[in-house]
């Protein structure tokens, strides 16, 4: 029997870079894996955060053979598969799998809406089992803010019945902790991860396996840190001063933001680029979003310093 | 300077034939494509009814290839070719322009939510640039039903100032007729289409170019009619019987139930096939809405005889 340890802890939602035309810069990406992996932080590459549905398959396949040649520990990965097209879903998933990841974060095809649990386990099953591979292991990725298609728990129970080994957990960034709880209170052996580290204490406390968050790209130490010392006395200040930085890039459109934080970091103005749909921050949101940063004497030690 | 008369008319998304494996079948599509045609209908085949987004490009590539090869008209074709990522929507709009269809439409990316004008103008802008054909027409694609991701009057007005060759028309989906005419009323050359046959009377009244409606799938000859004869004194009647038609079919969920009504008609019980996510109609569902058609004396003439 195959064996593979479930994923926990602090994984971030990797910010993509973009070159000058545009197209993915897969070495700039692997130097942040190896950075982000030092601050303890997991590869959710290809996530919402990532841009991952601005990249085409073809794109992420070839970002995911830079990463591994770039010796990026295959086991941390968590690669962002789900499609709106099950051939699209299949491809990426397949691959990701081929390469060692220790898990895949699966969207569920997010284009037609009002869709059934019966449409959507049909939907999961057919990629599953075109897959075919006993070394898969999906996190299901809610989100109804951004897909508009939600994960109910009726559709997890179904899917833990007929792929308890390939099945192992989920993602909720759904917004809702009552959810979430209910998750983990539903299904002990599931892997749940909290959408971001807004709700990591109290998703440690009810038994969860982490968060998966997009500020993680830029503060993992420190929601590492959470993770790890949950337990301990200054917890809820420790989550205090997280929900506080959160707090402060949710102010403006996380996507740019990030990158805006990541280009100023490392010095790499580069960064700052994202593909259409987005837009890249205005100049006053660039220089109000620094002064705030330097204001708490924000800083990402190691960043960029090459040779990671 | 290349010349590109703007397409009018009725259109239908066709809806797509799967094979057993969930392949899709370019034959059985041509020969549907054929008798649409047959009656007066444009083929806007990779829209939402058409279950597009369940394709991938690939997929998409090669049907086009099929419907050509099969001696489908390519000027009377509106490849829906919008996808989330610009690669994918470049490499499928090329290819549809390099057959020398007569339109592409083109949904907005639509996974990320929320996005301005600026940053949606410039995903329009990157797949026209990177097409870089003249011979390219784009009709934009306005569903936020569906798509989350509605095209505003201030963004088609930037993107007619700036691309007045190639942004040509719009099909309206949003389900608003004063949105409708106020996009028929702000810019006159544009080609304007109803997203379904119950505003058809009004559109062309206002000036529109016609309609891209699901259930010309089945009642195109109808429609057509109406959009002939819409300064007849029996418009308001014809429209009448066509929003009967209409509103039997939306008592059920529309692909399944367009597929359901083709399957029946060509004696081919292939075409109720759909692809996850979506569901086929449960079987009271399938006998209610049979049962429903044959009150209404309905039939669909010539189709699946062969031969056309």
Redesign the interface.
Known sequence: MFEHKKMSGVLAPVVTPFKHD?TPDGLALAKQCHWLLSQNCGLAVFG?NSEA???????KIQLLDVLIDGGVDASRMMPGTGA?????AV?LTAHAVSLGCGGVLML??????G??D???F??Y??VIQRVGDVRLRIYLYHIP?????PITLNLIERLLKEYPDTVVGIKDSGGDWENTKSMIECFPDFAVFAGNETALLKTMEAGGAGCISATANINAAEIYDLYVNWRAPEAQDRQQALNGLRGLMEKYPMIPALKQVVAHFTGDEAWVRV?????ELSEQQREDLLAALAARNFSMPGLGQGGV
């Open positions: 545009l919402t549905n601005s990249l085409s398959v073809e794109e709106c097209a099950i051939p699209d491809c569920p095809p997010f284009y037609y809406k869709l059934s019966e449409g959507l049909r939907s099953s057919e803010p951004v897909s508009q298609v593909r259409p749909p987005l837009i």
